[in-house]
């Protein structure tokens, strides 16, 4: 199992590459919105330009959302650590056991003073700020390429109707050109046959005219050919930008749907770790202060998590995670399939704040 980075100095590189990634899209945007017929350039040297940028802007973007995974599993992994720690207060330690030879009670209080005092909670707060932080920047993600999907989808579209309309187009000059030149060959068979010699120069005549407006259909034609198949190579490049956008608003909401039931994990520990009755446990998590990640705090404030039903949706958010990042999704051998906290278990006669389900 690889080590993840530093939370805030990876969250720091995305936020940055989030701002870069956004330029690059809005060129492409526009790129498709301003696409016409009408290039100063060639065409070849216009694609050759385009295509690159595209090409990087889906390579950079590909590599955004891969970072964006990276902090999801961080986090997981930290909440991982948080939850082994809470695991390893089921025991007491060599002096509270001799403590316990001389008094049961001073026993007892010497755990629950080292429970308490533990900085598990201020771990778990730490992690709330960062999976809302994140959340944020996931989200604000979404919202940014669901609007350039839009405008570029849109734009995508007229280019392919004008071409459909170039084919249709083209197909009816050459049906023209063929009854032109047909007309034409009739009439210069007639020349020499029929009538005298003014009647043939009116036929000649008819026939150079059939014959000029043939060739001014076929150079049109011939114009038009070019630029159907000058869209025809830009929609490809433009198609695959919009596919990019697509599978892109499909990891964000991968991405958000695991880490707000990893939220879910955070907040059940939290109840397991505290007595949430206590005055001012509560109040420390509250939706005006983690905006992002307001739903699964309500279901909190509410008490309406419970850990054997997320454990399920978990394990379904995890699979879908895995299969669209499997290089970042990697989960630990010794606790794969396991709850995070088994919260029916009691190892003492009596129930501690802590072990609260």
């Not at 995305?14 to 526009?30: K, M, P, Q, T």
């Not at 996931?138 to 849109?154: D, F, N, S, V, Y």
């Not at 970042?328 to 003492?348: K, Q, V």
Request: aromatic fraction near 8%.
């Amino acid at each position: 199992m690889r080590k993840p980075p530093p939370f805030d100095s990876q969250y720091e590189a995305a936020g940055s590459l989030v701002e870069r990634i956004a330029a690059e899209g809005a060129y492409c945007v526009a790129a498709i919105g301003a696409f016409s017929g009408d290039e100063t350039r060639s065409a070849d040297e216009v694609f050759l330009e385009q295509n690159a940028r595209f090409q990087a802007h889906i390579a950079d973007a590909a590599g955004l959302d891969a970072q964006l995974a990276e902090l999801v599993f961080s986090l997981d992994r930290l909440t991982a650590e948080v939850s082994a720690d809470l695991d390893s207060f089921r025991g007491l330690t060599l002096r509270e056991k001799m403590a316990g030879w001389v008094s049961r009670q001073r026993m007892w209080r010497m755990y629950t003073e080292r429970v308490r005092e533990a900085p598990v909670i201020e771990r778990l707060l730490d992690l709330l700020t960062k999976s809302d932080a994140l959340a944020g920047l996931i989200a604000g993600q979404r919202a940014a390429i669901t609007e350039r999907h839009k405008a570029a989808e849109l734009s995508l579209v007229d280019i392919v109707e004008q071409r459909r309309r170039l084919v249709v187009s083209i197909d009816i000059a050459r049906l023209k050109m063929k009854e032109l030149n047909a007309k034409a060959l009739t009439t210069q068979g007639r020349i020499g046959v029929y009538g005298n010699r003014a009647h043939w120069e009116q036929m000649e005549a008819e026939r150079r005219a059939l014959k000029a407006e043939a060739e001014r259909i076929s150079a049109g034609e011939h114009e038009m050919r070019d630029d159907s198949q000058r869209r025809e190579r830009f929609i490809g490049l433009f198609q695959a930008f919009v596919d990019s956008l697509n599978g892109r608003i499909a990891a964000c909401n991968a991405l958000l749907r695991k880490l707000l039931i990893d939220v879910e994990e955070r907040l059940i520990i939290y109840q397991a770790q505290v007595d949430t009755d206590r005055p001012g446990m509560k109040v420390r998590i509250k939706p005006e202060l983690f905006p992002d990640i307001a739903a699964p705090i309500r279901l909190f404030e509410k008490g309406m998590l419970v850990a054997q039903d997320l454990e399920r949706r978990k394990s379904r958010a995890d699979l879908e995670f895995a299969r669209r990042f499997p290089t970042y999704a990697e989960p630990p051998p010794e606790t794969s399939g396991a709850p995070l906290i088994d919260t029916a278990r009691r190892s003492f006669r009596f129930s501690l704040p802590f072990l609260r389900s």
